[in-house]
């Protein structure tokens, strides 16, 4: 089992990283479940001293990641959130960040309530509008930090145009690629310096682990990324990234039907006379459906859409039969949910509007079940 240096993406989820078992053969890495490694003598080990440092089973689950993302290194976090205040740790007092301003609201939360107190300032723009982002610019700014598409407005950003600005000023471009999965959006291909992820969410694939990953291009990155992950800590468990690493084996042919899902759902919602907005990026409707064609393959399984009033909303939600209604997104059961009142609860109402999130929106996120059956839950749901 050796992977082909041009090997394309679904063998390089199934293999990157990868290597039978040594001591048995066994095709799949084993869930090293220990605390600690044996020692041959005074300063003789072999690689592993301690598992918070080191840990084969999330050792090949960062190597995996580094090769899907393609990436010089992935480093495997305890959650989404862990991941990204690991990454902020390249910052310094002072320093200034550039972010999306529909950005997840966990992500503004850390960056406004914890952040700040250290000395960082972040600004938030709609980096759809390169001019924005421009004009955000500081001398002290270190980094932009972008999610594209967002959650729960769908809007995107151009990932190589932003890549370009940010190279000309000096700062390192992160995406979070979560929403989109590297099987759909490849930001380093792009120019990014970075991406993170919740793997929570489509890495992982099943809705059973919570976790994260920050995959890096630059060496300085990648070696301050690794002393950081043993200096504070925040690693992912040797069974959750067992479980992501499953996920990630399945990857490309999960978003092929998620694709395809988010796609038949967007298409039925846009002819329902109840539905007064359908936001998804595979719609020749949506604003930035040419920059989608160009910067994602497929265009992912997520989508909103608008039904004129809360009551309506909140109506659709109840409805549903075979979606279920609960916050994360990315598995195989599709989800639905009312961002205003779960996900983006703590979003002020007047940010809210700024970004287009309406009381009347619905989220829904496209599992893996036949599209029929979803349309037809949707279809009486909304009767
Ligand atoms: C869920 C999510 C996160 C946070 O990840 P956790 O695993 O929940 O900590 C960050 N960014 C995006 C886009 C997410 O959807």
Redesign the pocket.
């Known amino acids: 089992m050796k992977l082909p240096p041009d090997a394309r993406f679904p063998t390089i989820c199934i293999h990157a990283g990868q290597t039978p078992d040594p001591g048995t053969g066994a095709i799949i890495t084993p869930i090293f479940q220990t605390s600690t490694y044996v020692q041959d003598a005074l300063g003789q080990h072999k690689g592993y001293e301690y598992a918070r440092t080191q840990n084969p089973t999330r050792a090949a689950l960062e190597h995996n990641l580094a090769a899907i993302e393609g990436g010089r290194a992935a480093f495997a976090f305890a ?4 991941a ?1 205040d690991a990454l902020t740790t390249l910052l310094q007092s002072g320093d200034h960040v550039v972010v999306t301003d529909n950005t ?1 609201g ?2 503004f939360r850390l960056f406004e309530k914890v952040l700040r107190k250290y000395g960082l300032e972040f600004t938030y723009v709609d980096t759809s509008q390169l001019e924005l982002v421009e004009r955000a610019m500081r001398p002290a700014t270190k980094m932009i930090f972008v ?1 594209t598409p967002t ?1 729960p407005v769908m809007r995107l950003t151009d990932i190589a145009a932003v890549a370009a600005l940010a190279r000309r000023h000096g700062a390192r471009l992160v995406v ?1 690629n ?2 989109a999965s590297p099987a759909v959006q490849r930001p380093i291909a792009l120019g990014a310096d970075m991406v993170v992820h ?4 489509y890495l992982n694939g099943h809705s059973d682990s ?3 990953a920050v995959i890096a291009t630059r060496a300085e990155d990648v070696e301050w990324l690794a002393f950081v992950q043993n200096a504070a800590g925040a690693i992912l468990s040797p069974f959750d990234s067992w479980l992501v690493l499953r996920g990630t084996k399945t990857l490309t042919v999960r978003m092929a039907q998620h694709n395809t899902n988010g796609l038949a759902l967007a298409e039925f919602l846009t002819t329902h006379p109840k539905v007064t907005k359908v936001l998804y990026p595979g719609l020749a409707c949506h604003p930035q459906h040419e920059l989608a064609k160009r910067q994602m393959r497929g265009f992912g399984g997520m989508l909103s859409f608008d039904v004129g009033t809360f009551d309506a909303a909140r109506d659709v939600c109840n409805r549903v039969r075979l979606m279920a209604l609960a916050e ?2 990315g598995g195989v059961e599709t989800l639905i949910s009312h961002p205003a009142s779960m996900t983006h609860a703590s979003v002020p109402p007047e940010r809210r509007q700024a970004i287009g999130l309406t009381d009347s929106m619905v989220r829904i996120s496209a599992g893996i079940e036949d599209p029929q059956d979803l349309i037809d839950d949707i279809r009486q749901a909304l009767a």
């Open positions: 959650s989404g959130m862990a990204i997840y966990g992500t999610e959650n979070d979560t929403f919740s793997t929570t969410k919570v976790g994260g994360s997104l």
